[in-house]
């Protein structure tokens, strides 16, 4: 009797055993065919930023995080759509309370895009229609321009819209050079590195859909391996490279992106245009995950079904997220639960 007993329980909690492994498998499966069902480990907070009276959020389209691991620098748009025939500086620095700590930029800028924060404090920003990559020191003085301010091209000393820029720890400089057809029609698609001291490396890249071929190439990351991220958003894709431009994967799993952020090698992604026809099944949101295996493990969807989501994104030391909308004009901090 005792042996049947024992048996019956044996076989019962095998059969438990069998159960749970068969829902933990179909949760695994679920998720991974609904790019969009990874937890929100966060809620958002309205107004963080406090910007001077009478100053308004334009396109915040560039956010890094300082040196110090948790100061904003946000890179945004005059308070519009564009910084032409403005007086605003678009170059706003802000600390870990929100309280602004320096602003400049002003007249320097037509159409603000990318913005890097470098280790030694300085700040890197792209303009899309001026053809410019500007190197800032933290109190705004002009140290280096790469590009001809105005003029578009595809040489070794000249840009057409640049999207973003990233310094490596050596001091090498990466450009993403391209924006599909704006502001300006039929811009590069392409990667451009340069020294430190700004003398030309190489280029690499061209319109296209293959390995090693960009549409739009948006915004730029690099891990702690030193692989550089590209957000290659008209492609659907991330496509990583080494620092010599060698094609190494392309990630589909984070949606169509705009911003890509990395930090103790935890990627986070905006896309800010996936919708029922442009990229479907994703929604737009920002997805969270490791650059160790690409998987998603969080997901921050819009907050409102009609409103669309940052196209720039940065996360400070403590794991708070920041995101700047272009469509909607706004800043927005997003803290763990």
């Given at each position: 009797?005792?042996?049947?007993?024992?048996?019956?329980?044996?076989?019962?909690?095998?059969?438990?055993?069998?159960?749970?492994?068969?829902?933990?498998?179909?949760?695994?499966?679920?998720?991974a065919?609904?790019?969009?069902?990874?937890p929100?480990?966060?809620?958002?907070?309205?107004?963080?930023?406090?910007?001077?009276?009478?100053?308004?959020?334009?396109?915040?389209?560039?956010?890094?995080?300082?040196?110090?691991?948790?100061?904003?620098?946000?890179?945004?748009?005059?308070?519009?759509?564009?910084c032409?025939?403005s007086?605003?500086?678009?170059?706003?620095?802000?600390?870990?309370?929100?309280?602004l700590?320096v602003?400049?930029?002003?007249?320097l800028f037509?159409?603000p895009?990318?913005?890097?924060?470098?280790?030694?404090?300085?700040?890197?920003?792209?303009?899309?229609?001026?053809?410019?990559?500007?190197?800032?020191?933290?109190?705004?003085?002009?140290?280096?321009?790469l590009?001809?301010?105005?003029?578009?091209?595809?040489?070794?000393?000249?840009?057409?819209?640049p999207?973003?820029?990233?310094?490596a720890?050596?001091?090498?400089?990466f450009?993403?050079?391209?924006?599909?057809?704006?502001?300006?029609?039929?811009?590069?698609?392409?990667?451009?590195?340069?020294?430190?001291?700004?003398?030309?490396?190489?280029?690499?890249?061209?319109?296209?859909?293959?390995?090693?071929?960009?549409?739009?190439?948006?915004?730029?990351?690099?891990d702690?391996?030193?692989?550089?991220?590209?957000?290659?958003?008209?492609?659907?894709?991330?496509?990583?490279?080494?620092?010599?431009?060698?094609?190494?994967?392309?990630?589909?799993?984070?949606?169509?992106?705009?911003?890509?952020?990395?930090?103790?090698?935890?990627?986070?992604?905006?896309?800010?245009?996936?919708?029922?026809?442009?990229?479907?099944?994703?929604?737009?949101?920002?997805?969270?995950?490791s650059?160790?295996?690409?998987?998603?493990?969080?997901?921050?969807?819009?907050?409102?079904?009609?409103?669309?989501?940052?196209?720039?994104?940065?996360?400070?030391?403590?794991?708070?997220?920041?995101?700047?909308?272009?469509?909607?004009?706004?800043?927005?901090?997003?803290?763990?639960?």
């Amino acid at each position: 009797m005792r042996y049947r007993a024992g048996f019956l329980l044996s076989a019962l909690a095998l059969f438990g055993a069998a159960v749970a492994t068969i829902f933990a498998t179909a949760g695994r499966q679920a998720q991974a065919d609904d790019p969009n069902s990874a937890p929100n480990p966060y809620h958002v907070v309205n107004d963080w930023a406090k910007l001077p009276e009478g100053r308004h959020w334009g396109m915040a389209i560039g956010v890094d995080i300082d040196r110090d691991g948790t100061s904003v620098w946000v890179f945004d748009r005059c308070g519009g759509k564009s910084c032409d025939g403005s007086h605003i500086a678009p170059i706003q620095k802000f600390d870990a309370a929100g309280r602004l700590v320096v602003s400049f930029g002003s007249g320097l800028f037509n159409w603000p895009h990318g913005l890097f924060a470098a280790p030694d404090g300085t700040v890197w920003v792209t303009d899309g229609k001026l053809q410019t990559v500007q190197h800032f020191a933290p109190d705004g003085r002009l140290l280096m321009t790469l590009g001809k301010p105005g003029v578009a091209g595809d040489g070794p000393d000249t840009f057409n819209s640049p999207s973003d820029v990233l310094v490596a720890p050596n001091g090498d400089i990466f450009v993403a050079d391209g924006h599909g057809d704006y502001p300006v029609p039929h811009t590069n698609d392409r990667m451009v590195k340069f020294s430190k001291n700004g003398k030309f490396i190489k280029a690499w890249g061209h319109h296209g859909s293959a390995q090693g071929e960009f549409d739009v190439p948006h915004g730029l990351a690099m891990d702690s391996a030193g692989r550089i991220f590209v957000a290659d958003r008209a492609n659907n894709r991330i496509q990583i490279f080494n620092q010599n431009g060698k094609f190494l994967a392309e990630w589909k799993q984070f949606g169509r992106p705009s911003g890509v952020y990395i930090r103790n090698d935890i990627i986070y992604v905006a896309d800010s245009q996936s919708n029922d026809k442009t990229n479907p099944p994703f929604q737009q949101g920002i997805r969270i995950g490791s650059v160790k295996d690409g998987k998603v493990t969080a997901y921050i969807p819009p907050m409102d079904p009609k409103a669309e989501m940052p196209e720039a994104v940065a996360a400070d030391k403590d794991g708070n997220v920041f995101g700047g909308f272009a469509t909607g004009m706004d800043f927005k901090k997003f803290v763990k639960n």
